[in-house]
């Protein structure tokens, strides 16, 4: 059985949905990661052959002001969580991100560079990456930008803006993939079914910035809107952003045969699965 911890969340929903056979999702109704004694009650009392952590406390800007909240979900949960794991002999999954990068190699980052987090969020999900190692059979999965129909994301943002602005000004210093929470979970399931262990990253393909990415949406929804250029330094969040965060997905190719699709692809797919 495949335990998704985070099971109502915009990743997790799309997990049940693509793994379907065999799976059972858990919530903070159900499991408090940052408690080890409710993590030990879940599993122990599950024992699932594979656990999926798909929870994660993912405002970057909110992780600034609340760093210890930051370090129990993302870091010390993970710990607990890999224990755990370890001790019903599960494979543990761990979904991280880019932003353990800080964005300075200037091409796409490999699951062998090192690591350098600009951010509290990036330090507490590579603090989550170093935990997720103390599962004997780990999987790291590394992505970036998801959006998704079960949560808030840059997509449905952009075009409730839309529909309140003629014009926006949108970020053109940033770099990176656009990934569709289903193509994720279905590179999830490829790594899974090939047994797949370490550290992988997976994200549609194909690169752009937040304000190309923004000019596709609305040409996909028909949506007339004038987007101009923005720094991130402009911008002015509390948190620093890579600035260049793509991510290789060469291993993933090589290692379980699945290619991830275009993020344009997959934008037009989403956009239409919306529209239903």
Not at 55 to 83: F, H, I, R, S, W
Not at 146 to 170: D, I, P, S, W
Not at 187 to 196: G, M, V
Request: hydrophobic share 40%; glycine share 8%.
């Amino acid at each position: 059985m495949i335990l998704i911890v985070g099971a109502k969340g915009m990743l997790g929903r799309d997990l049940m949905e693509v793994l379907s056979n065999d799976v059972r999702g858990v919530d903070i109704e159900e499991i408090d990661i940052t408690s080890l004694e409710s993590v030990r009650r879940v599993l122990l009392t599950l024992k699932p052959a594979v656990v999926i952590n798909a929870a994660a406390y993912t405002d970057v800007d909110g992780c600034e002001t609340k760093p210890e909240l930051a370090m129990q979900v993302n870091g010390e949960g993970v710990a607990y969580l890999a224990m755990t794991a370890r001790e019903i002999g599960a494979k543990l999954v761990h979904i991280s991100t880019d932003y353990v990068f800080d964005g300075s190699k200037g091409s796409p980052c490999l699951e062998d560079d090192s690591p350098n987090p600009l951010s509290v969020y990036g330090q507490s999900k590579l603090a989550g990456e170093l935990n997720a190692r103390l599962a004997s059979d780990h999987l790291i999965v590394r992505t970036q930008w998801l959006y998704g129909l079960h949560g808030k994301n840059f997509v449905e943002t952009m075009l409730r803006l839309a529909g309140e602005k003629k014009e926006l000004a949108v970020v053109i210093d940033q770099i990176g993939s656009p990934t569709w929470t289903v193509d994720l979970s279905s590179a999830i399931k490829a790594l899974l079914s090939s047994d797949c262990r370490g550290i992988y990253h997976a994200a549609n393909s194909g690169s752009c910035s937040w304000n190309e990415f923004s000019k596709a949406i609305f040409a996909e929804a028909g949506v007339d809107v004038l987007v101009k250029p923005m720094t991130t330094d402009e911008l002015g969040r509390p948190a620093p952003r890579p600035l260049y965060s793509v991510l290789d997905c060469g291993k993933l190719v090589q290692d379980t045969g699945f290619q991830m699709q275009p993020w344009r692809e997959a934008l037009k797919k989403y956009m239409g699965k919306r529209a239903e």
